[in-house]
């Protein structure tokens, strides 16, 4: 039973196509989030839901729009995929935002754009 | 300059040795993750601490915040180890949000 899953694992596609990865998680959490893991394995926030909610949006491109039909799940969708898109994205979740908490991390997806 | 600072980047050590990696950050934080990134790439939350020290197993962490500081001990280090080990420090601004040092690629030899 995994607490965060993401699908698919791998994604190999063309420069300027839209495609989407999936997030669930099980574990009965608000807040959900979507880190990018550049090339040299340095990880940085792209975006986090409450509920829902967007909380955070780090100056990401448009291109890059996050989903959340419901708490338990939190999508992201690429469109126009360019080169440097090209990384790996984990999902992650916390209980709550506004308080410490331990986040679980999904196992990534591992995306290479041609 | 990142706000979080490992070091050092890459360390190689022989099984058994105790093994020290450090974090410094240089923003007003609530709390500290240490964090596991297997060779598979999956990341695994070790510690979360906000003031002195935390112990599980073999792992020992510490935190001086007026320091703004924080080590992470391996004792009688295994090959099993072997990983990457990212420091984060967690801000809060109305919202809880990571930021990341660059990690530190920890390889223990039989």
């Known amino acids: 039973d995994t607490a965060v899953s993401q699908t698919p694992k791998y994604l190999v596609t063309q420069m300027g196509n839209d495609k989407s990865i999936k997030c669930e998680q099980n574990?009965?959490?608000?807040?959900m989030y979507w880190y990018k893991q550049d090339s040299k394995k340095f990880l940085k926030i792209m975006f986090s839901y409450n509920n829902k909610e967007l909380i955070i949006n780090e100056t990401v491109p448009n291109r890059f729009s996050p989903k959340s039909p419901d708490k338990a799940h939190l999508n992201l969708h690429i469109n126009s995929l360019e080169l440097g898109d090209s990384a790996v994205y984990f999902c992650a979740s916390s209980l709550q935002t506004r308080i410490q908490e331990t986040q679980y991390f999904g196992p990534g997806t591992r995306l290479l754009v041609l | 300059k990142n706000e979080v600072e490992q070091s050092p980047q890459n360390l190689t050590a022989q099984e058994g040795e105790f093994i020290t990696i450090n974090c410094s950050y240089s923003v007003g934080i609530s709390a500290l993750h240490w964090l596991q990134q297997h060779p598979g790439g999956g990341i695994v939350s070790l510690f979360m601490?906000?003031?002195g020290k935390k112990k599980h197993g073999r792992l020992i962490a510490t935190i001086n915040i007026q320091e703004k500081h924080s080590s992470l001990h391996i004792t009688a280090s295994h090959p099993r180890d072997s990983a990457v080990y990212i420091c984060?420090?967690?801000?809060?601004?109305?919202?809880?949000?990571?930021?990341f040092g660059q990690g530190t690629r920890l390889t223990i030899n039989p």
């Open positions: 601490l906000s003031s």
């Open positions: 574990l009965g959490h608000d807040t």
């Open positions: 984060a420090v967690l801000i809060i601004q109305g919202a809880q949000k990571l930021v």
